[in-house]
């Protein structure tokens, strides 16, 4: 039997709210994920049916950051039980046409399908706002921890002149930066493999990078 876990709620000294996401968001997400990711593929973002969806399936892990009544930060997880010697998937697959069916209610990892901030609000650390209230679910749920495909987000730019693979080996070898890759890992998220096709972003020349927090660490 699924555990339900009294609801989250963090705000900042700015009155910024960390929360679990409620039906009357799921117009606003949508919104927010048209802004957040203005290059993916249609069929790839989630709409506010697939939003309300998720609170059906696996509500106490869906977390939004508003500032009054605006939802300006989101997060969308589902468990997982993962298999890391077979990681090539795509998010495609993954998210079940937005639906979040592949959700597994006894998954041992939280798997997270997204999280974005509004460009209006970068640069306040509040993504790791929501990876900390996905880490408190994660723990209060007695799983391993996080999992992610984070998106080679400044690989797109530089597809014509060097491989994914050149980009990555770089990347995990402290050689180069990258805007997603590089705060996820100084979160404390650590990368496992690159993914060629994962989604269809021309940000990222459509990479990801599956990476992983174990739950003993803090975010």
Same mark, same amino acid.
């Given at each position: 039997m699924?555990?339900?876990?009294?609801?989250?709620s963090?705000?900042?000294?700015s009155?910024?709210? %960390?929360?679990?996401?409620? +039906? &009357?968001?799921? *117009?606003?997400? &949508?919104?927010?994920?048209?802004?957040?990711? +203005?290059?993916? *593929?249609?069929?790839?973002?989630?709409?506010?049916?697939?939003?309300?969806?998720?609170?059906?399936?696996?509500?106490?892990?869906?977390?939004?950051? %508003?500032? /009054?009544?605006?939802v300006?930060?989101?997060?969308?997880?589902?468990?997982?039980?993962?298999?890391?010697?077979?990681?090539?998937?795509?998010?495609?697959?993954?998210? *079940?046409?937005?639906?979040?069916?592949?959700?597994?209610?006894?998954?041992?990892w939280?798997?997270?399908?997204?999280?974005?901030?509004?460009?209006?609000y970068?640069?306040?650390? $509040?993504?790791?706002?929501? !990876?900390?209230?996905?880490?408190t679910?994660?723990?209060?749920?007695? $799983?391993?921890? @996080?999992?992610?495909?984070?998106?080679?987000?400044?690989y797109?730019k530089?597809?014509? %002149?060097?491989?994914? @693979?050149?980009?990555?080996?770089?990347?995990? *070898?402290?050689?180069?930066t990258?805007?997603?890759?590089?705060?996820?890992?100084?979160i404390g998220?650590?990368?496992?493999? $690159?993914?060629?096709? !994962?989604?269809?972003?021309?940000?990222?020349?459509? !990479?990801?990078?599956?990476?992983?927090?174990?739950?003993? /660490?803090?975010?």
């Amino acid at each position: 039997m699924q555990t339900i876990i009294k609801n989250y709620s963090v705000t900042t000294n700015s009155g910024l709210v %960390t929360q679990n996401t409620r +039906p &009357e968001h799921a *117009a606003q997400l &949508e919104t927010l994920q048209r802004i957040v990711f +203005p290059t993916l *593929a249609g069929d790839e973002l989630f709409l506010e049916d697939h939003y309300l969806k998720h609170l059906e399936i696996f509500p106490e892990g869906q977390f939004v950051i %508003t500032d /009054k009544d605006k939802v300006i930060g989101m997060t969308s997880t589902m468990r997982s039980t993962f298999d890391f010697a077979n990681h090539q998937h795509t998010f495609k697959e993954t998210i *079940a046409g937005g639906w979040m069916t592949n959700h597994e209610p006894g998954g041992d990892w939280l798997y997270g399908l997204d999280i974005g901030i509004h460009p209006d609000y970068r640069g306040l650390g $509040l993504a790791r706002l929501l !990876y900390r209230a996905r880490h408190t679910i994660a723990r209060q749920l007695g $799983l391993k921890g @996080q999992i992610t495909v984070g998106m080679m987000s400044g690989y797109g730019k530089l597809s014509k %002149t060097m491989s994914g @693979q050149q980009y990555y080996n770089e990347l995990i *070898a402290g050689k180069r930066t990258d805007p997603t890759i590089t705060p996820q890992m100084k979160i404390g998220f650590e990368p496992i493999a $690159l993914i060629q096709g !994962y989604l269809n972003d021309p940000v990222c020349g459509n !990479y990801g990078v599956l990476i992983k927090i174990d739950i003993a /660490k803090e975010v």
